[in-house]
Structure formats: structure tokens, C-alpha cells
């Protein structure tokens, strides 16, 4: 931890890949990490499961919703108000619907790229 606070950056970036990236950016490839006893997972998997989104694997037959209970009532600490990957995923949405309607706004446009009635734009 105290490396972490010297270098001011997240426990988990000393031991994770510097992306949470699903692909890497110039091949295309997928982003994985090695971890001792679950072997090769994506990056973003990684990533989540650091930030106690989600447990690191799926149990056989074990839906996305299922292993975030199982994970948060074993793993997190009591008062931890976690967030699961599905609700991270889907704020994530509303703040890029939200700037996309401010950016409509801003510069007069509908999503059709239409001006909108009384704009001049910009």
C-alpha cells in the first residue's frame, strides 16, 4: 500500500495491466492478465474484480447478476456499498446520453443531424 500512496495510484495498478481496455487499441487483440490460481482473464475482468465489482470468475451455470451476490456477501466489507458491473455499465450509459444531449444542446442539433427549429447553432 504505501508504494501506492508514494507513486499516488490505485493498489491495483501495481499489479494490473495499465488498461481495462476489452481489446488492445492497435491489434485488436484481447487484453489479458495472468493471475495466480485463475490463470489468463480479460483485463477489464481484472479491473472489475480489483474494484469490487464483480468476483474475478463465473461459477458453472452462474449468471453475471448471481456472481456479484455471491461475491459481494463473501468478499466485501460490511457498510461497502458496492456497485455490480450491470449498474456501473449502465450509469456508465446515462452520463454518455447525458453529455450527448448537452452537445445537441450546445450546438443546436437534433440526433438526426437536423438543426433544431429556432437554432442558429453554435
Not at 16 to 42: M, N, W
Amino acid at each position: 500500500m504505501a508504494l501506492a500512496v508514494v507513486l499516488n495510484v490505485h493498489p491495483a495498478a501495481l499489479l494490473l495491466p495499465p488498461t481495462a481496455r476489452d481489446t488492445d487499441r492497435v491489434t485488436g487483440k484481447q487484453v489479458t492478465v495472468s493471475v495466480t490460481a485463475a490463470g489468463e482473464v480479460p483485463a477489464r475482468a481484472a479491473w472489475q474484480w480489483a474494484h469490487g465489482m464483480r468476483g474475478l470468475t463465473l461459477a458453472d451455470g452462474e449468471s453475471e447478476w448471481e456472481n456479484w451476490h455471491r461475491f459481494a456477501d463473501s468478499a466485501l466489507p460490511d457498510g461497502w456499498e458496492g456497485m455490480s458491473v450491470r449498474q456501473y455499465e449502465e450509469w456508465r450509459a446515462e452520463q454518455a446520453r447525458q453529455k450527448y444531449e448537452h452537445i445537441l444542446e450546445q450546438t443546436g442539433f437534433n440526433p438526426d443531424g437536423t438543426r433544431r427549429e429556432g437554432s442558429s447553432g453554435g
